[in-house]
């Protein structure tokens, strides 16, 4: 009898211990599973249809289960992969990803760039930049590094000029050296510039913010052309660059399910980062 007892007792111990190792840890590592749980952050816009049409599916297919997480503005996505609330995020670029970073003493990094939609000029009363009259009403970004990229379009397009010391992506309103049409710069949350329109003479809208607005960018006065730097990225916590997290999403970004997702669908037209041009 005892003999069956304990015979009992060592099987029952095997069956939890396997039950234990058949559990996923929510937001980190699993155990011993082919299950792993993570949630991803996203701002309103493209990029969380993005990681649900063109980055889930390949990650689910490799035994991953994706919640995508939407935030209302650029901060909070940050703060929260640091705090580890999310595992992942996509939503920002590399200039906004360092130096808010650096600002915030965050331990975050990109692991990779994917198709990005330019910052578009929008108007509801002008059928282009040469109607833009003195003393013009232009609302734009007011974060640094979107504000910097806004700043740059406007010199692209000569409306103003900046000083050709400084950074283009540290440019602030005090760096501007011509500003011929003595325009008036409001500066808005980013979230709110697709509203501001109605407000201002033109507004430099960030490409993610206008599609979540409803805004045709074959109606945009001007679209700028995007640099490697202002190309956004999948952001993780420095320590999972490197781990099974890190490399699965670079290789999720990498991988021809995701190239095909994104060239037959909305983001065919969005400006692609060098290594996806250089892979064809």
């Known amino acids: 009898m005892k003999r069956n007892k304990r015979l009992v007792a060592i099987t029952l111990a095997a069956t939890l211990s396997l039950g234990v190792v058949g559990c996923a840890s929510k937001g980190g590592e699993s155990l011993e599973t082919d299950t792993k749980n993570i949630t991803v952050g996203v701002c309103p816009g493209p990029y969380g ?5 063109c980055i889930a599916p390949y990650l689910e297919a490799n035994g991953y289960e994706v919640e995508v997480k ?34 915030n003493n965050l331990d975050i990094s990109a692991v990779i760039s994917v198709p990005t939609a330019g910052m578009g000029i929008f108007s509801n009363n002008l059928n282009s ?19 910097a990229r806004a700043l740059t379009l406007l010199e692209t397009q000569g409306l103003i000029k900046i000083d050709s010391n ?8 005090n760096d501007i050296t011509e500003n011929s049409k ?7 949350e980013a979230a709110q510039l697709a509203r501001s329109i109605s407000s201002a003479d033109i507004a430099l809208v960030p490409g993610n913010y206008a599609i979540a607005s409803g805004l045709d960018f074959a109606e ?17 916590r420095t320590e999972d ?7 699965d999403l670079k290789e999720a970004v990498e991988s021809e399910e995701f190239r095909n997702a994104i060239e037959s669908g909305k983001y065919k037209d969005f400006n692609k980062p060098e290594w996806y041009v250089n892979a064809n």
């Open 49 to 53: 249809d993005m990681v649900k049409e």
């Open 70 to 103: 939407e935030f209302s503005d650029y901060i909070q996505p940050d703060k929260a992969l640091n705090n580890r609330e999310i595992d992942t995020n996509l939503m920002q670029h590399t200039v906004y990803l360092e130096k808010f970073s650096a600002d």
């Open 129 to 147: 930049l040469s109607e833009l009259g003195e003393g013009g009403k232009v609302a734009i970004p007011n974060d640094p590094s979107n504000l």
């Open 166 to 173: 400084v950074d283009d992506t540290k440019a602030t309103k």
């Open 182 to 188: 003595n325009l008036e710069f409001l500066e808005v």
């Open 220 to 236: 945009a006065l001007a679209i700028e052309e995007l640099s490697e730097e202002y190309k956004n990225v999948v952001a993780v």
């Open 241 to 247: 660059l490197d781990k099974d997290l890190g490399k």
